[in-house]
């Protein structure tokens, strides 16, 4: 993209922050925005300055020296500019060990343009010391711009296989105690574990992503969101070895729209309920997804043990699966390699799920699982116009603990037990 149009661009988002988050109908409840200083905003249009990562002596399709400290100089200069400011990545590959971008700046639209590629070591020794790759602290009004950003995972992947013991890996870019944040038009390849994390953020929009990694690839999530609100995902192709998007605990009014997704785990809310204090999900809609040759569909999963964690008013819409294993999924008795929660119940209380006009293709017989609680049923679980097939005859429904009601055709039917009215 040529520089010209960046201001253009971030001038346009900036004017529909306040609309652009959340289409109001798609949650039951009305939804309070925070309204922007725009004044600040616009002014600090009047006069942008770029910097070009070369200028700071970053090296053009070089593997063999770091990049990293020439990224980061750049960032200083533009986060101590007044003005608006963007860092320009020309079309080139950089390598980067690591970089760390910290805030608070002095203004408040930060531009990371890139036309180029950053790429990690691929020797994953030099990375095990680092929880994550790029990650940008306590920032403001940054946007994300274009590029690709590849992890070269598939040697710590390998290790993995292999039985060997090796490190956990690194997250290729992380967004963590900030606000206002947009990331668009970005690739994200071979991650060594998670793609892209938002963590304690508020007003998040991601947008025309691309997100690929290998089926066998553990543990590559493509999209977390943990302990954060106010987030949409749009328009995106998602390719993982783990969950395409999971919505984390203590996240709340969250869009996902026009997602394809496949390979992967599907689209999850948890896990949750690893800690025993926890704060809950609420207000999300999934909607206009595609999944194809996933693990899973849409599913809400929890561990199995004490939690006072909750998820409420999820919506799961318009949503088409194509040999998809477990299309519709609840799973409260994950529990990973039987440890910290075997004979346990599950604290999580879920509540006001809806999976409205799902159809396509289940890659197993039981097309709709839901497997809640004994302790704390799932209540509120609405069932609309679901049609689920499995090769090309009926499959079945399996719902145990699980409160709810059906609207117009649903298939599998089977679901929801009578309960007693004092549950």
Same mark, same amino acid.
């Given at each position: 993209?040529?520089?010209?149009?960046?201001?253009?661009?971030?001038? +346009?988002?900036?004017?529909?922050?306040?609309?652009?988050?959340?289409?109001?109908?798609?949650?039951?409840?009305?939804?309070?925005?925070?309204?922007?200083?725009?004044?600040?905003?616009?002014?600090?249009?009047?006069?942008?300055?770029?910097?070009?990562?070369?200028?700071?002596?970053?090296?053009?399709?070089?593997?063999?020296?770091?990049?990293?400290?020439?990224?980061?100089?750049?960032?200083?200069?533009?986060?101590?500019?007044?003005?608006?400011?963007?860092?320009?990545?020309?079309?080139?590959?950089?390598?980067?060990?690591?970089?760390?971008?910290?805030?608070?700046?002095?203004?408040?639209?930060?531009?990371?343009?890139?036309?180029?590629? !950053?790429?990690?070591?691929?020797?994953?020794?030099?990375?095990?010391?680092?929880?994550?790759?790029?990650?940008?602290?306590?920032?403001?009004?940054?946007?994300?711009?274009?590029?690709? $950003?590849?992890?070269?995972?598939?040697?710590?992947?390998?290790?993995?296989?292999?039985?060997?013991?090796?490190?956990?890996?690194?997250? +290729?870019?992380?967004?963590?105690?900030?606000?206002?944040?947009? $990331?668009?038009?970005?690739?994200?390849?071979?991650?060594?574990?998670?793609?892209?994390?938002?963590?304690?953020?508020?007003?998040?929009?991601?947008?025309?992503?691309?997100?690929?990694?290998?089926?066998? +690839?553990?543990?590559?999530?493509?999209?977390?969101?943990?302990?954060? +609100?106010?987030?949409?995902?749009?328009?995106?192709?998602?390719?993982?070895?783990?969950?395409?998007?999971?919505?984390?605990?203590?996240?709340?009014?969250?869009?996902?729209?026009? $997602?394809?997704?496949?390979?992967?785990?599907?689209?999850?809310?948890?896990?949750?309920?690893?800690?025993?204090?926890?704060?809950?999900?609420?207000?999300?809609?999934?909607?206009?997804?595609?999944?194809?040759?996933?693990?899973?569909?849409?599913?809400?999963?929890?561990?199995?043990?004490?939690?006072?964690?909750?998820?409420?008013?999820?919506?799961?819409?318009?949503?088409?699966?194509?040999?998809?294993?477990?299309?519709?999924?609840?799973?409260?008795?994950?529990?990973?390699?039987?440890?910290?929660?075997?004979?346990?119940?599950?604290?999580?209380?879920?509540?006001?799920?809806?999976?409205?006009?799902?159809?396509?293709?289940?890659?197993?017989?039981?097309?709709?699982? !839901?497997?809640?609680?004994?302790?704390?049923?799932?209540?509120?679980?609405?069932?609309?116009?679901?049609?689920?097939?499995?090769?090309?005859?009926?499959?079945?429904?399996?719902?145990?603990?699980?409160?709810?009601?059906?609207?117009?055709?649903?298939?599998?039917?089977?679901?929801?037990?009578?309960?007693?009215?004092?549950?």
């Amino acid at each position: 993209m040529a520089l010209h149009t960046t201001t253009s661009f971030l001038l +346009s988002s900036l004017l529909l922050l306040p609309i652009m988050f959340f289409n109001l109908t798609a949650f039951a409840d009305p939804i309070t925005f925070d309204i922007l200083n725009f004044g600040d905003k616009l002014e600090s249009f009047a006069a942008p300055i770029t910097f070009n990562v070369v200028d700071f002596g970053a090296k053009p399709n070089n593997i063999k020296i770091d990049s990293s400290k020439a990224f980061e100089s750049a960032w200083k200069q533009a986060c101590s500019s007044s003005r608006a400011a963007t860092i320009y990545v020309p079309k080139a590959k950089f390598y980067i060990y690591s970089a760390t971008f910290k805030g608070p700046c002095k203004n408040n639209v930060i531009t990371l343009q890139m036309d180029g590629t !950053l790429v990690a070591p691929p020797n994953f020794h030099l990375t095990a010391q680092s929880k994550t790759w790029i990650i940008f602290r306590q920032v403001n009004g940054v946007t994300v711009l274009g590029g690709v $950003i590849d992890g070269q995972g598939s040697e710590l992947w390998a290790c993995k296989h292999s039985g060997k013991t090796c490190p956990r890996g690194t997250t +290729s870019l992380q967004f963590t105690n900030s606000q206002n944040i947009v $990331i668009s038009g970005l690739t994200s390849l071979n991650s060594q574990i998670y793609h892209i994390v938002i963590n304690k953020c508020r007003n998040v929009r991601m947008e025309r992503l691309n997100i690929y990694a290998p089926a066998n +690839s553990p543990n590559t999530d493509g999209i977390d969101l943990e302990e954060t +609100s106010y987030v949409t995902i749009l328009d995106s192709n998602i390719g993982t070895g783990d969950d395409c998007i999971s919505v984390g605990p203590g996240t709340s009014n969250v869009l996902i729209q026009n $997602i394809y997704c496949g390979p992967g785990h599907g689209i999850s809310i948890g896990s949750l309920g690893r800690k025993e204090r926890e704060n809950g999900v609420q207000n999300v809609t999934v909607q206009s997804c595609r999944l194809k040759k996933t693990q899973n569909g849409v599913r809400i999963k929890s561990w199995g043990r004490p939690s006072t964690g909750f998820a409420t008013n999820i919506r799961f819409q318009h949503i088409t699966m194509t040999d998809v294993k477990n299309p519709i999924v609840i799973n409260q008795n994950y529990c990973p390699h039987n440890q910290g929660c075997p004979g346990k119940e599950s604290g999580i209380k879920i509540s006001d799920v809806t999976y409205k006009s799902i159809y396509g293709t289940s890659a197993s017989l039981v097309a709709i699982k !839901l497997d809640c609680s004994p302790k704390f049923p799932c209540k509120g679980i609405v069932l609309e116009n679901v049609q689920l097939t499995y090769k090309n005859g009926n499959a079945k429904a399996s719902c145990i603990n699980a409160q709810g009601s059906t609207v117009d055709m649903v298939e599998p039917m089977g679901c929801f037990e009578e309960f007693l009215s004092s549950i």
